[in-house]
Each structure stands twice: as structure tokens, then as C-alpha cells.
């Protein structure tokens, strides 16, 4: 799965870089920056059109893929819920427009493309939804041959558009990206959709809407407030600094998270079943150990690669970007922690420990906000990746300690 996964990152590499240095070239730091603006927006609606109960799905899907019965009882909490954040989006974006086009790129001239993810926002929830199916069932070949396709249509049309209409189509295609993947996915998950969901049979009851909000609850913390704070300090640095240092701040961003889709896709298809059949702290602890074995050593010699080619780095990818070069050092430091910690946390989604999952988010999104609105009146926009770094040390050493607490608890029960 490790190597299935490893050649569709590789190829989804070669061409993000493609489409970056073009974007480089066309836009500039600016238009960077506005497109690092829409995809934390469209982030940010992929969790909530769907009320964040991906991972929950993720996690029923697994248990109960021999059980029709509860899996429609999944997919009837699963479909109102998607049809309560679906309506909920749509007023939101359509009659708010101007304003959010104006809090995200200073300007109401790109009301048009809020009003279009407006329409998008039942497509975005489906999509959402069915890749929680693909992912909970462990269907990498299929998930492999559905990410890689819909990435290859997005990234044409990225490039179509932007040819076409610059900033404007760029900005268009990457708004209508979660429509293609939902295409995509049909087309080839199709007949096992079927299977599993008995689309005539969905209700309007929610029977396990007790056990997905919980969920719910924990995506608001990991992606709507994270999303929320990226905004934010993009639109912070375009103010206190320049356009110019938000855009190569967004440039790093988009270069960490190329490299750490791949250890998401882990998590998502590996990770979270794993843990949720684990019960015991020895096993958990053996399986932890294997996963670090495996994926630190993989993921820390290619960060030293990026590093020590940084210069390579910027000049192929974003030439002219030369402000970029003293972020790499903090960027990757951070996201190696980082890799360390989501690691640890998915044991939080694994056995829905809510409440620890919120308290160390809240720590996590919070230092982050501080730091970086501090350290920026120092350090410029590498004050960001400082606080970047800084926020994955201690948001570590918080995670450790909670699951090692959860499982010493779990013991003295027993």
C-alpha cells in the first residue's frame, strides 16, 4: 500500500511543480497568495458541508462493513447531516459573497467565485462523504487509481484556464476540483458504492448523530479553525508586511503540504483502522513503533534532500521566490515533528477521545495564532515558521502525554 501510494504521490509531485512554476511565472507572489486564500477556503468547506464526520465514517465503515444494518444507519445520519451543512454553505456563500470576497482578497470582485462554490457545495459534501466509504473500506488500489485520475483532470484544467484567463481560471478550476474527483469516483467506485450504501433506503433519521458529532466536533478543531488561522495570518502578513511576503509564505506551505499528502493518505487508509482494532498499550505501542520505523526515516531523509536542495528548489519551482530560502529550515523541522504527532493523534479519532483531541487542537491552533503574530514583529514572515516549529514540539509533548494517560486508565479499569 506504502509503495502503491508512494508512485501516485510521485507522479502528483511532478506535476504540482509543473503547475507551480507556472503560477510563479504568470502571477506572481500575489496571485500565490490569493490561490492559498480559495484552497483554505475550499478546505474549510470540505469539512464543514459535510459537518467533519469524514473520519467517522472512516472509522464505522471499517467496523461495520459486514453489518448492512448499521451501515445504513450511517448513511441516513450521513446524508442529513451532509443535507444540513450543504443548505447551511450555500446561504452562507451566495448572500455573503461580496463580504468574503473582500475579507479573503481584499477586493468584492471575486463575489462570482463565491457565489460559484456556493452551487458546488452539495458536490463538495458527496465527495467527502464517498471517499470516507473508499477510505473505510481499505480499498487502496481503487483509492490510488481515484486520486491520481481526478488529479490529472484538475491539474489540465488548472493549467487550461490559467492560460486562458490567468488568475481568474486558476482560481475557477481549483474551486471546481471537488466536482471532478466526485466524477471520478463515481465512475470507478460505482458498483461498490452500491453495495455498500442502499441509496433507495436512506432516510431522514439519525440514529448514530450522537456518535458523528462527536466527530463533527473534532473536525472543527483540526480543519475548520485550522483553515480559519491559515486565513487569517495570510491575510495578517498581506497587512503588517506585503502581498508579496503572504504569497512566499503560501509558497512554502503548498511545497510542505506536496510532501505531507502522502503521509495523509497513511492515516486515512492505514492508521485510523489500525488503531481503532488496537486495545491494548503493548500493541498499540508495537504498532506505533513499526509505523515510525517505517515512515520517519523514509520522510526524514527526504527532508534533508529538500533542504540541503532548497536553492534548486525555489529556482525551479518558483524562480524569483528567493525570500522563500531562509523558511525551508523551520518549515521542515516543524513538519517532521509534525509527521511524529499526527501519528500519535489519530489514536484520538481511532477511539474518539474527544475531549483530548480538542484540548491539544486548541493548544495547537492557539500557539500558532499567538506565535505567528508575534514573531512576524520580529522575525518578518519567518516569524510564521518559526512558530510553526515551535507549536509541533509542544503540540507533541501534549499528544504523548494523553494517550499515554488514556492507556494507563484503560489499565487500572481492566
Same mark, same amino acid.
Request: hydrophobic share 55%; charged share 15%.
Given at each position: 500500500m506504502t509503495s502503491l501510494n508512494a508512485i501516485v504521490i510521485g507522479i502528483r509531485l511532478v506535476i504540482s511543480f509543473f503547475i507551480q512554476r507556472l503560477l510563479a511565472e504568470m502571477v506572481g507572489e500575489a496571485g500565490i497568495s490569493k490561490i492559498g486564500q480559495l484552497r483554505n477556503l475550499s478546505q474549510l468547506l470540505t469539512s464543514v458541508t459535510s459537518v467533519g464526520i469524514f473520519s467517522g465514517i472512516v472509522k464505522y465503515v471499517s467496523e461495520y462493513k459486514e453489518d448492512k444494518e448499521q451501515l445504513q444507519k450511517l448513511f441516513s445520519t450521513a446524508f442529513v447531516f451532509s443535507l444540513l451543512g450543504s443548505v447551511i454553505c450555500f446561504l452562507l456563500l451566495f448572500f455573503a459573497a461580496d463580504f468574503i470576497s473582500d475579507y479573503l482578497f481584499l477586493s468584492?470582485?471575486?463575489? *462570482?467565485?463565491?457565489? /460559484?462554490?456556493?452551487?458546488?457545495?452539495?458536490?463538495?459534501?458527496?465527495?467527502?462523504? !464517498?471517499?470516507?466509504? &473508499?477510505?473505510?473500506?481499505?480499498?487502496?488500489?481503487?483509492?490510488?487509481?481515484? =486520486?491520481?485520475?481526478? *488529479?490529472?483532470?484538475?491539474?489540465?484544467?488548472?493549467?487550461?484556464?490559467?492560460?486562458?484567463?490567468?488568475? =481568474?481560471?486558476?482560481?475557477?478550476?481549483?474551486?471546481?476540483?471537488?466536482?471532478?474527483?466526485?466524477?471520478? +469516483?463515481?465512475?470507478?467506485?460505482?458498483?461498490? /458504492?452500491?453495495?455498500?450504501?442502499?441509496?433507495?433506503?436512506?432516510?431522514?433519521?439519525?440514529?448514530?448523530?450522537?456518535? /458523528?458529532?462527536? !466527530?463533527?466536533?473534532?473536525?472543527? @478543531?483540526?480543519?475548520?479553525?485550522?483553515?480559519?488561522?491559515?486565513?487569517d495570518i495570510r491575510s495578517m502578513l498581506a497587512s503588517e508586511l506585503s502581498e508579496t511576503d503572504a504569497g512566499l509564505w503560501t509558497a512554502m506551505t503548498f511545497i510542505?503540504?506536496?510532501?505531507? &499528502? @502522502? #503521509? %495523509?493518505?497513511?492515516?486515512?487508509? $492505514?492508521?485510523?483502522?489500525?488503531?481503532?482494532?488496537?486495545?491494548?498499550?503493548?500493541?498499540?505501542?508495537?504498532?506505533?513503533?513499526?509505523? *515510525?520505523?517505517? /515512515?520517519?526515516?523514509?520522510? %526524514? +531523509?527526504?527532508?534533508?534532500?529538500?533542504?540541503?536542495?532548497? #536553492? $534548486?528548489?525555489? =529556482?525551479?519551482?518558483?524562480?524569483?521566490? =528567493?525570500?522563500?530560502?531562509?523558511? !525551508?529550515?523551520?518549515?521542515?523541522?516543524?513538519? @517532521?515533528?509534525?509527521?511524529?504527532?499526527?501519528?500519535?493523534?489519530?489514536? @484520538?479519532?481511532?477511539?474518539?477521545?474527544?475531549?483530548? !483531541?480538542?484540548?491539544?487542537?486548541?493548544? #495547537?491552533? %492557539?500557539?500558532?495564532?499567538?506565535?505567528?503574530?508575534?514573531?512576524?514583529i520580529q522575525y518578518g514572515v519567518e516569524g510564521v515558521v518559526i512558530g510553526h516549529f515551535i507549536r509541533y514540539i509542544v503540540y507533541f509533548a501534549v499528544v504523548l502525554f494523553l494517550v499515554v494517560r488514556y492507556f494507563n486508565k484503560q489499565k487500572a479499569i481492566s
Open positions: 468584492t470582485k471575486y463575489a *462570482y467565485l463565491i457565489k /460559484l462554490l456556493a452551487i458546488l457545495v452539495p458536490f463538495i459534501s458527496m465527495q467527502r462523504i !464517498f471517499n470516507g466509504v &473508499v477510505n473505510g473500506l481499505s480499498r487502496y488500489k481503487k483509492f490510488a487509481k481515484i =486520486d491520481l485520475l481526478g *488529479y490529472l483532470l484538475s491539474a489540465t484544467l488548472t493549467i487550461l484556464f490559467l492560460l486562458k484567463y490567468n488568475i =481568474d481560471g486558476a482560481l475557477v478550476a481549483i474551486a471546481i476540483t471537488p466536482l471532478i474527483q466526485l466524477i471520478i +469516483l463515481l465512475f470507478i467506485f460505482s458498483s461498490v /458504492l452500491k453495495e455498500y450504501v442502499q441509496f433507495s433506503k436512506l432516510t431522514l433519521n439519525t440514529p448514530m448523530a450522537k456518535a /458523528l458529532l462527536a !466527530f463533527s466536533l473534532m473536525s472543527f @478543531f483540526s480543519s475548520v479553525l485550522l483553515n480559519y488561522v491559515e486565513i510542505s503540504k506536496n510532501y505531507m &499528502v @502522502f #503521509s %495523509g493518505s497513511i492515516f486515512t487508509l $492505514y492508521v485510523l483502522p489500525r488503531f481503532a482494532g488496537i486495545k491494548t498499550k503493548k500493541l498499540f505501542k508495537n504498532e506505533l513503533l513499526s509505523i *515510525y520505523k517505517t /515512515l520517519l526515516p523514509i520522510f %526524514g +531523509l527526504g527532508m534533508l534532500a529538500v533542504y540541503f536542495l532548497r #536553492s $534548486y528548489f525555489v =529556482d525551479f519551482i518558483y524562480p524569483g521566490f =528567493d525570500g522563500m530560502l531562509p523558511l !525551508f529550515k523551520w518549515q521542515l523541522l516543524g513538519d @517532521f515533528v509534525r509527521l511524529a504527532s499526527l501519528v500519535l493523534m489519530h489514536q @484520538f479519532l481511532a477511539k474518539k477521545l474527544v475531549r483530548s !483531541f480538542i484540548f491539544s487542537e486548541i493548544i #495547537s491552533l %492557539g500557539l500558532f495564532y499567538l506565535l505567528a503574530h508575534y514573531l512576524v
